[in-house]
């Protein structure tokens, strides 16, 4: 079977829809045409993009083309813009913060303690990925209470735009067992032993972050408790963040 042959099966045409000059009469109506190519088909790349399709998104086991077919402004919405990012605040009754020396990245070999951080998972709510993150750096588990911040940065990863949420987590355990791939040391520090280090002092973005978590222990600021909800769009479970100090007649069932 040619290749033409088998991208007319893709778009569920027959081929004579698919080459000529009337090759997209079976989709009037139509303004975007999507294939959704696995990675064993990956030999229809060429053709599809012979006949106007280009690449929109990639993921391990597929690849995805499109074709905006009429003369006007093409409104097919872009690739996903941002990657979700946790930082996890874990302060136990003592003042003491959770805090690690990670093995690789910018702050291989620089001595600087820091907050446990990680990327959240498709799929995964943030409430889940900082505790998910505490686990696999540090083996404390934690229970996740609020966002106190985030912070959007642009052209982070691979050009995409980026999302850090500030994450206070309680501890339920308190033995240290660090990943050992990824993290050179973890420990149990002083608040105050944190926030005077150099890098924190002279770093803007973790002043602030710094005074936040201050403010937090000195009960001068409430940050977004998670709140689980459906929409009437849909019945899936989702979180709604928000402040603590709003009531509401919703649940009380905190992620």
């Known amino acids: 079977m040619s290749p033409w042959t088998l991208l007319s099966l893709v778009l569920c045409l027959e081929p004579h829809f698919l080459i000529g000059d009337n090759r997209w009469t079976c989709l009037q109506g139509k ?7 696995p990675i064993e088909l990956v030999t229809l790349v060429e053709p599809a993009v012979k006949e106007g399709f280009y690449y929109h998104h990639a993921e391990p086991k597929y690849l995805m083309l499109v074709n905006w077919l009429p003369g006007t402004a093409n409104t097919i919405p872009a690739n996903a813009t941002h990657r979700v990012g946790i930082g996890a605040f874990v302060i136990n009754e003592r003042n003491e913060v959770l805090v690690v020396q990670e093995k690789s990245g910018r702050f291989r070999g620089t001595g600087v303690w ?7 998972d498709e799929g995964e709510d943030i409430c889940d990925a900082a505790v998910r993150e505490v686990k696999e750096e540090t083996g404390v588990n934690a229970k996740f209470i609020e966002i106190l911040a985030f912070r959007q940065s642009h052209k982070s990863f691979f050009d995409k735009s980026d999302l850090f949420f500030v994450c206070m987590l309680q501890p339920l355990s308190f ?3 660090k990943q050992d791939a990824e993290i050179e040391a973890a420990q149990w520090m002083p608040f105050e032993q944190y926030a005077a280090q150099p890098f924190v002092h002279g770093h803007e973005l973790l002043r602030y972050i710094s005074d936040i978590c ?10 977004f408790s998670s709140v689980p909800t459906v929409t009437s769009f849909s019945q899936k479970n989702t979180y709604l963040y928000m402040n603590g100090n709003v009531r509401t007649n919703s649940r009380d069932d905190p992620c």
Do not use: C, Q
Request: glycine share 14%.
């Open 31 to 37: 303004r975007g045409v999507w294939i959704k190519l």
């Open 114 to 120: 820091k907050f446990p951080t990680g990327v959240v």
């Open 175 to 177: 033995d240290i067992h």
């Open 214 to 223: 201050s403010a937090k222990m000195e009960g001068r600021y409430t940050g």
